[in-house]
């Protein structure tokens, strides 16, 4: 699909996310079956395995495992990770919505209530998390050694979005920071086709559709060339014909046959500025509707300690909400009511767009179920 463009960048950021019952809750559940068909391949598994969900018109389609790794900035997706526990035949779960930059707000929308629906068909076991493109959690990325992220995507489901004719691509291969533990992570992401693109430090692919051209830059690294190399093997295999030429940097002015900046040029390259505030401090909020009406209060700043969460030991009643700045957690008490639960990512979502910091990722757990990730943060 690409070649299709949506909205503007993180565009469904600035929504106020009140999912249920509004339209977006009343297509999805129109378009759902009383029992979710996707689902199925993810309750009999064994070991440790991955299950890639995409999101088109309110429906949830499964992906293949040959394109895992492979997301377009226009859609949605959801991840479901089984991680068998070492020297145990237990396991943990996590599922993961991501969003494109270019997804619309009935995409997150679907992908946030199907990952609710997902959590409960596994007895609100698994941890849930909203990764935002470019500010993937760790966690996300170490589940895929290659990660391409394609401009475009498929039809909003609210919208027409019209096929333009095919257009040059660039793509900038990237090795990304190391997870302890786990395979080096290259990523492959789409970029504006000019030359002010280019850099010394990746391999670039310029795809022209028949012809494919390597640039490598003068300090890339041997795993970004043979990513490279790699993804353009699959195009070859899937285009009958195409031309393909490795240059070096240097030469890469005689590659990019197009002006310095393009013609159609916009920022969706520049990166967002997303980061905590020099001043900020680790905060932790109570959700709770005890009193009636659904309050939202702040708890602790600073240093959180644990024990605010459930003081009296026998399961809080509330939902709390814990803002550390790179990562925000939804920890969800075992006496929470119904209308806490359906509310808490919907507040956490709406609380980080007032901050600095607001397409971090989001983890929401239950009592009981913490990931070590979420307790070691505490004193």
Not at 132 to 143: H, I, N, P, R, T
Not at 338 to 365: F, W
């Amino acid at each position: 699909m690409a070649g299709l463009r949506k909205a503007k960048k993180y565009d469904w950021k600035d929504s106020n996310m009140a999912l249920f019952g509004t339209d977006v809750d009343r297509k999805v559940k129109k378009a759902s079956a009383e029992t979710e068909k996707a689902w199925q391949v993810t309750t009999n598994l064994t070991g440790t395995h991955t299950v890639v969900f995409r999101i088109n018109k309110f429906k949830v389609e499964i992906v293949p495992e040959s394109e895992f790794g492979n997301f377009y900035d226009g859609d949605s997706y959801i991840v479901y990770r089984q991680t068998k526990k070492p020297d145990s035949d237990d396991f943990t779960q996590d599922i993961h919505f991501w969003i494109g930059a270019g997804s619309t707000q009935d995409e997150y929308g679907t992908a946030a209530y199907k990952t609710v629906e997902l959590d409960n068909l596994h007895d609100d076991k698994p941890v849930q998390h909203r990764e935002v493109q470019g500010k993937e959690s760790a966690l996300f990325k170490s589940y895929f050694p290659k990660i391409c992220i394609l401009k475009g995507g498929y039809d909003s489901g609210f919208r027409h979005v019209t096929t333009k004719e095919y257009k040059i691509r660039l793509l900038r291969v990237q090795k990304q920071p190391a997870v302890p533990g786990k395979k080096k992570n290259i990523l492959i992401n789409e970029v504006t086709a000019k030359k002010s693109n280019l850099n010394e430090d990746d391999v670039f692919v310029l795809d022209n559709g028949d012809k494919v051209v390597q640039i490598n830059g003068s300090s890339c690294s041997a795993d970004e060339k043979y990513r490279a190399r790699e993804y353009i093997a699959l195009l070859q295999n899937e285009r009958t014909g195409m031309a393909m030429k490795l240059i070096t940097r240097d030469s890469a002015e005689e590659a990019i046959e197009v002006p310095d900046e393009a013609a159609d040029d916009d920022d969706d390259d520049e990166d967002v500025v997303d980061g905590p505030a020099e001043d900020f401090q680790a905060t932790m909020f109570r959700l709770s509707d005890a009193s009636g009406e659904m309050t939202f209060t702040e708890v602790q700043t600073g240093i959180l300690t644990r024990d605010k969460l459930d003081p009296q030991g026998s399961g809080a009643q509330d939902v709390f909400i814990c803002d550390f700045g790179t990562d925000c957690f939804v920890w969800v008490g075992k006496g929470a009511s119904d209308k806490e639960k359906s509310n808490a990512l919907m507040y956490a979502h709406n609380y980080l767009r007032g901050t600095q910091h607001q397409l971090c990722p989001i983890h929401v757990m239950k009592s009981g179920f913490e990931s070590n990730d979420f307790l070691n943060r505490f004193h």
